[in-house]
């Protein structure tokens, strides 16, 4: 069956320090990834996707499918990048259903 | 434009009481919809889904039912609720062909 990995719950980092959100994935078929972000006080909303291979505000995720694996890196991070991230897997084929990891908060300290 | 409405935001509601969550889609015609629970530790979990009016398909049994009564509207009830339905609800649409979700505002349930 499918699985999402998010294996840290809370991510602490200075501003301007690397981040990098670990997502580890399981999907039989071939994987179609995604990062999800919330920050305080909005909705849930799409970062980025792998198939699209680009940068949102200095983000960036390479599917790498020996490690299966869909990390999410930002060489420097800032304050307003402090929310919840989520990585998610489409599965189901034209049901287009997502299952999602269970998150990590990322909290960027000044 | 294409905008997602869920209410309400919040809602506190004593164990055994009907439960009706409503989102609406406007802007696109024929999406797909979802109702998502996250409850406290977890991520988030697919309830139902819905390709059409009428279509409803669960991925987990529980004390819930979903309804489409018209292409844009997505109903999630209760006709009990139990404390495990406490939790934050999300619904959610995508365009069929498209792998990108957009989703509602949520609604926090907490059954006492």
């Known amino acids: 069956a499918q699985r999402v990995t998010q294996p840290e719950k809370l991510l602490s980092v200075f501003k301007g320090a690397p981040v990098e959100l670990k997502c580890n994935y399981s999907?039989?078929?071939?994987?179609?990834l995604f990062w999800y972000v919330q920050y305080s006080r909005q909705r849930l909303q799409l970062l980025l996707r792998?198939?699209s291979r680009e940068s949102i505000k200095g983000f960036t995720a390479d599917l790498n499918k020996g490690e299966t694996s869909f990390h999410l890196k930002k060489p420097f991070a800032q304050e307003e990048d402090s929310a919840m991230y989520y990585c998610?897997?489409?599965?189901?084929?034209?049901?287009?259903?997502?299952?999602f990891g269970t998150g990590t908060l990322l909290a960027v300290q000044p | 434009s294409q905008t997602i409405h869920q209410w309400p935001a919040t809602l506190v509601q004593p164990v055994g009481s009907p439960l009706s969550l409503e989102c609406t889609v406007e802007?696109?015609?024929?999406?797909?919809l979802y109702w998502y629970r996250q409850a406290a530790g977890r991520g988030l979990q697919l309830l139902f889904y819905?390709?059409?009016?009428?279509?409803i398909s669960s991925e987990v049994p529980q004390n819930l039912s979903a309804s489409r009564p018209q292409d844009r509207q997505f109903i999630l009830s209760s006709k009990k609720l139990l404390l495990s339905d406490s939790g934050f609800y999300l619904c959610?649409?995508?365009?069929?062909?498209?792998?990108?979700?957009?989703f509602g505002s949520g609604t926090r349930l907490t059954v006492v």
């Open positions: 959610a649409w995508s365009v069929q062909g498209s792998r990108g979700y957009t």
């Open positions: 999907y039989s078929g071939s994987p179609e």
């Open positions: 792998h198939i």
């Open positions: 998610a897997l489409v599965y189901g084929g034209a049901t287009n259903k997502l299952i």
């Open positions: 802007g696109t015609s024929n999406p797909n």
């Open positions: 819905s390709v059409g009016i009428g279509q």
